[in-house]
């Protein structure tokens, strides 16, 4: 479950240590040489901080938290170089699941566990514009999260760069996408990238992707859920490297 750390030095001490927080509240105008010190951290570090009203603080941790709040993840992050190192040395190619922009701690939750389930080797995630592992991922993973690791980045292009240099394919997802996935190739070494539903993958990050495909949509809608369409290609997949078998 997601811990609260209530308090000016409680929180700072939290990010000296390099704790893995998924976020940083700080009530308005608050100022001094303490909170300059978390402000730097925090930033440095690519955790978000966010202003809030005091009331808000209250409601989290009680009337002493000192106009600082940090929320800590519900399972420490691994470090990226550790994650693509452990997926070479599962003697199979690795396959690796990147979102951006994925805000519902509940789809976020529903891809760790639909990764788990298909054998992925590991979920990528940026510090910003996407959900943390809060205790609401945590539940809508059902179990899940004790056992995929999970990387938090601050820049999701520098990692698409880095996970080229692995030789791994960088395959993006976009409605738009003349390639049908069932049409590709997913037996290589690859990570597959999901944007929201409502926004899709951000343009910076689909120009970084070696190429994008496209679930077939037969019916009336134009898109799924993230998690739905998450799932569905990770079992693509599973099928296709099974049948290489």
């Not at 054998?119 to 910003?128: D, F, K, M, Q, T």
């Amino acid at each position: 479950m997601t811990e609260i750390l209530a308090g000016r030095n409680p929180v700072r001490e939290a990010l000296r240590a390099g704790r893995p927080l998924n976020k940083v509240l700080m009530a308005t105008h608050l100022e001094g040489r303490v909170i300059g010190d978390i402000i730097h951290l925090a930033r440095s570090q690519g955790i978000p901080l966010q202003r809030v009203e005091r009331s808000l603080l209250d409601k989290l941790a009680g009337p002493r938290h000192q106009g600082v709040v940090a929320m800590a993840a519900a399972r420490e992050y691994v470090e990226l170089e550790d994650l693509v190192a452990g997926a070479w040395q599962q003697q199979e190619p690795p396959f690796l699941i990147m979102l951006d922009q994925v805000e519902d701690p509940r789809n976020l939750g529903a891809i760790i566990r639909s990764a788990e389930a298909a054998g992925a080797h590991g979920v990528i995630i940026p510090s910003r514009r996407t959900v943390g592992l809060t205790a609401a991922v945590s539940r809508a993973a059902a179990g899940a999260l004790e056992y995929i690791p999970v990387a938090r980045v601050t820049n999701l292009s520098r990692t698409i760069a880095r996970i080229k240099a692995e030789g791994i394919w960088v395959i993006g997802t976009d409605s738009r996408a003349e390639q049908e996935a069932f049409a590709a190739d997913f037996t290589v070494p690859l990570v597959l990238v999901l944007g929201s539903e409502g926004k899709g993958l951000s343009p910076l990050v689909k120009r970084h992707c070696d190429f994008t495909v496209s679930l077939p949509m037969r019916g009336r809608i134009n898109s799924l859920n993230v998690a739905t369409a998450a799932t569905v290609l990770m079992y693509e997949v599973v099928r296709q490297r099974n049948l290489r078998r």
